[in-house]
């Protein structure tokens, strides 16, 4: 995209089963097929003392009161008055805090992460502190750093659709969200020390664990103007492919089935106007395009690239009058600086990883600042996945459009021969992104529903596994708290024969929740990682008050969890087992 440097285990039950692909020449080749019983609660709860499960029993059964839920922040605040601050921090250490959150800082964690790795639990740091900002300082802020400055002087002359343009009413991006944190921009400086943040993320995960995972936000590492800009632009690139796709009969296919004829491309070209007959041939003359005769949406992809200023990415081709255009009439010098400086600290923190032999993991965002980040995700891929999967992208599969995005970024591995790296998500923006869509007047992105999320899910989770058959050098993290979805994953894992110490299938869940199925799975073998937030007490009340009010609904839901907690605690009252402590 841009040239500059940037970026034994009684749970297992063991059954014979065909070898599929390890030695496909031999049919007749036996391996030994792994099942995990979800219900043992001796092996999911091993790692934990009974306080740790009373605390576990106390904070779930707490979030299924609504009132308790929904003025959670005003009873925080109004414990803190009550008790004091250090009586405060230690109440909430003995139960919301303590139950989803690590610790202070990246010596406190260290204990928690060498008990779950004891226990076959990795973990992906992630510093989980936000500002605690009113509803209307965040809608200011959103406003003031996705506005540009020409959008400002001249409100109205830019041709920018709806969707990827800043609206007050849906400033504040934490509203509707499930599980993720939220920056908004303030300036450079504090992008400046939310990547020492990260780097010291990064640290703390080489020096912990090994194999690690760190997770960052592209919207913590630059003014997101940015990302909803060059969102625009590679969404107006692909429709208009979609459209040339069309005119020669070709819609209504998967994204890596649309092959335009190159010389009937160039006359479509010419006709609409696109550039001049020079430009044209020039486009496609590199090495590789189009040199089949054809023109995919990868090689098309590739035609947005080269550009020495950043700006001068941000041209999109105007139908109307056959012209490529500026999507903005100008930019500012220090808005070219800006964009510069977040591809510039995006470097950094893959170098980083690199060098302290983390992994890094790129959250998924609103899907107005999803294809940028998914394009910058990807070209850091191009750079630091050659030698093993460094750097991972988040797809989120209550998208309508993830199928194809999974798919055209695997060809894009498999033909430049990199390791590609994903974590399946379901998503975490579905009630903003709908109601959105709906108030501002786009299509709505979202899966109809959730058995349609179901369904994608697995659909890009067995294409990918599909891939890691082939050639080995896909990964994927199936984080997912869904209890059919993991054995889902297992059983196509037993179908290909690929085994857990292959390290190319990782699980993942949020630290405190589903150990019942995050434990088992370590101990028998899997790599499996708990999203460990981290920070101190105070700072991470917001993301705690919206954990609250987010996991209501998985809560009310978590009857089973809840069971299997009390049924463990009685069987080891039973034997005798009350001051039980995990020996490790």
């Not at 109307?320 to 964009?339: A, H, I, S």
């Not at 992208?393 to 430049?416: F, G, I, M, P």
């Amino acid at each position: 995209l841009i040239n500059a440097q940037l970026v034994e285990c009684t749970v297992v039950k063991a059954v014979q089963a065909d070898l599929i692909s390890q030695t496909k020449n031999n049919t007749d080749a036996q391996t030994r097929k792994i099942a995990i019983d979800f219900d043992n609660t001796h092996e999911a709860y091993k790692s934990k003392d009974n306080i740790e499960l009373l605390r576990s029993l106390l904070v779930f059964k707490l979030c299924t009161f609504d009132f308790l839920v929904d003025k959670n922040k005003e009873l925080m605040d109004l414990s803190k008055k009550v008790f004091g601050k250090r009586l405060f921090e230690r109440l909430m250490k003995m139960t919301f805090y303590g139950q989803f959150v690590a610790g202070e800082d990246h010596n406190s964690i260290k204990p928690l992460i060498h008990k779950n790795q004891a226990f076959g639990v990795g973990s992906v740091l992630d510093y989980s502190v936000e500002e605690d900002l009113t509803q209307e300082e965040a809608e200011k802020k959103e406003m003031d750093s996705c506005v540009s400055e020409a959008e400002k002087e001249s409100p109205g002359v830019d041709h920018r659709e709806k969707k990827y343009k800043a609206h007050r009413q849906f400033g504040d991006r934490r509203g509707g969200v499930v599980s993720a944190r939220t920056y908004f921009y303030a300036d450079e400086a504090k992008c400046d020390a939310q990547m020492e943040t990260f780097l010291n993320c990064i640290k703390a995960s080489g020096g912990a664990s090994v194999d690690g995972f760190s997770a960052v936000k592209m919207t913590a590492l630059g003014r997101p103007q940015f990302l909803l800009q060059f969102s625009e632009v590679l969404v107006k690139w692909r429709r208009f492919f979609n459209l040339l796709a069309a005119q020669q009969g070709k819609s209504g296919m998967d994204a890596l089935e649309q092959k335009l004829e190159l010389e009937q491309l160039k006359e479509s070209l010419t006709k609409l106007g696109v550039g001049n007959k020079d430009d044209i041939e020039n486009w496609f003359t590199g090495e590789k395009l189009g040199s089949s005769g054809t023109i995919d949406l990868l090689d098309w992809n590739s035609l947005i690239n080269d550009r020495t200023k950043i700006s001068n990415l941000l041209v999109i081709p105007n139908v109307e009058n056959g012209q490529l255009e500026p999507l903005l009439r100008k930019f500012t010098v220090e808005e070219e600086k800006q964009m510069k400086r977040m591809l510039q600290r995006v470097d950094v923190l893959a170098k980083h990883a690199v060098d302290n032999g983390v992994r890094l993991m790129v959250d998924a965002e609103q899907t107005y600042f999803q294809p940028a980040i998914s394009r910058l995700t990807l070209e850091m891929q191009r750079i630091f996945n050659r030698e093993k999967p460094i750097i991972f992208n988040t797809y989120q599969c209550y998208l309508k459009e993830a199928y194809d995005n999974v798919s055209v970024d695997v060809e894009l591995s498999r033909r430049e021969g990199w390791y590609f790296g994903a974590k399946l998500v379901r998503g975490a923006y579905m009630y903003q992104e709908r109601s959105r869509a709906e108030e501002i007047g786009y299509e709505d992105p979202i899966n109809p529903d959730y058995e349609a999320t179901n369904r994608m899910y697995h659909k890009c989770l067995e294409f990918v596994l599909e891939e890691i058959d082939h050639n080995r050098k896909a990964n994927v993290m199936v984080a997912s708290h869904n209890e059919d979805t993991v054995k889902f994953t297992l059983g196509k894992m037993n179908e290909m024969g690929l085994s857990p110490t292959e390290k190319k299938v990782y699980f993942g869940q949020l630290l405190g929740m589903c150990d019942q199925i995050s434990f088992p799975l370590g101990q028998a073998g899997f790599p499996v990682y708990k999203y460990v937030p981290y920070g101190p007490v105070n700072e991470v009340i917001p993301y705690l008050s919206r954990r609250a009010l987010e996991n209501r609904g998985f809560m009310k839901g978590s009857q089973r969890e809840r069971s299997l907690l009390w049924k463990e605690l009685k069987r080891r009252l039973l034997n005798g087992q009350i001051l039980y402590k995990p020996v490790y």
